[in-house]
C-alpha cells in the first residue's frame, strides 16, 4: 500500500507544466502549486441537483434535493424527471452507469430495499422484499463481465442480522437476473466493494478494510484498522485506491 496524505505539498524548484494549449501548472520554490486555465469553457452551476452520472450517450443524470431523477439530454438540451411511478425507487440512493449504458438506482421503496434498471427505453423495478438491513447509498461494482453488485448493510433496525452481503444483477438482451449472495464468512455491515484482477474481494466495512478470496473468511487489512473507508475505485491498471478517514 502506498498512502497519500491530503495537504498542500510545496515543491524545492520552479516549474511550468503545459496541461493543453489553454491550460498550465505553475509552481514555485516552497510555494503552492497552482493550475490556470484560459480556456472559453466555464463551470455550469445547477441549483437543486446532484450529479450522479453521464451514460454512454453524454447524457447527465442527477438526483434532486427532494430524491427524484432528473436526466440532461446534451444533444437536445431537454430534461426529463423520473418519480415512483416511472418505475423507480421513492427514494433513490444514488444513480450508476454499467458499461452497457444502463442507469442503475438503488434505495427504498416502500420501505424495502429495491433496485432499479434504465435500459434506454424504460425503467423496471425488483424490490427484496425480505432483505434485513438496508442498501448501501454508495455506487454499485460492476465486473469485467458486466455484472453489478450492491453493498448490503445486513443489520437491521431491531439489530438483527443478516448474511446477505451484495446483491447481484446480471443484465443481457431478454432478462435481468439478480440474487443475494449470502455467506456466514461475509462481514454484516458492507457498505463498499470492489474486486481486483487476482479475484479478490475488497469491502469496506466500517472502520476497517476486509479482502477476501472465494469463501474464505475475510481478513482485516492492516494499516486501514480503525479509519472509516469512505470510499473505493479500482483503476483502469488495476490499482486499487481506498479512501479513508485518518484518525
Not at 447527465?60 to 427532494?66: A, H, I, K, S
Not at 446480471?170 to 439478480?178: F, I, L, M, N
Request: net charge negative; proline share 4%; charged share 20%.
Amino acid at each position: 500500500w502506498s498512502i497519500h496524505e491530503m495537504g498542500n505539498y510545496a515543491t524545492w524548484f520552479s516549474f511550468t507544466y503545459v496541461l493543453d494549449e489553454d491550460t498550465f501548472i505553475l509552481g514555485g520554490f516552497t510555494d503552492k502549486t497552482y493550475r490556470f486555465d484560459a480556456s472559453d469553457t466555464r463551470w455550469q452551476t445547477y441549483v437543486g441537483l446532484h450529479f450522479q452520472c453521464q451514460d454512454n450517450e453524454g447524457n447527465d443524470w442527477f438526483l434532486t434535493e427532494d430524491r427524484k431523477i432528473v436526466r440532461h439530454k446534451r444533444a437536445s438540451n431537454t430534461w426529463e424527471m423520473f418519480e415512483a411511478v416511472d418505475g423507480v425507487p421513492e427514494t433513490p440512493y444514488q444513480l450508476f452507469a454499467s458499461s452497457n449504458g444502463w442507469i442503475w438506482s438503488s434505495g427504498k421503496h416502500r420501505g424495502e430495499v429495491t433496485v432499479s434498471w434504465y435500459d434506454g427505453q424504460q425503467w423496471e423495478m425488483n424490490s427484496h422484499e425480505k432483505l434485513v438491513g438496508n442498501i448501501s447509498r454508495f455506487p454499485p461494482f460492476e465486473t469485467d463481465k458486466g455484472i453489478v453488485y450492491f453493498a448490503v448493510n445486513g443489520v437491521g433496525a431491531g439489530g438483527e442480522i443478516s448474511n446477505v452481503g451484495f446483491l447481484a444483477y446480471s443484465p443481457d438482451a431478454d432478462v435481468v437476473r439478480y440474487d443475494a449472495i449470502s455467506h456466514t464468512s461475509l462481514p454484516p455491515k458492507i457498505h463498499q466493494i470492489s474486486q481486483t484482477q487476482d479475484g479478490i474481494w475488497w469491502m469496506g466495512s466500517g472502520s476497517a478494510l476486509r479482502k477476501q478470496r472465494g469463501l474464505e473468511p475475510a481478513t482485516i487489512e492492516p494499516g486501514f484498522n480503525g479509519n472509516w473507508i469512505d470510499n473505493m475505485s479500482l483503476a483502469a491498471d488495476g490499482t486499487l485506491w481506498v479512501l479513508a478517514w485518518r484518525t
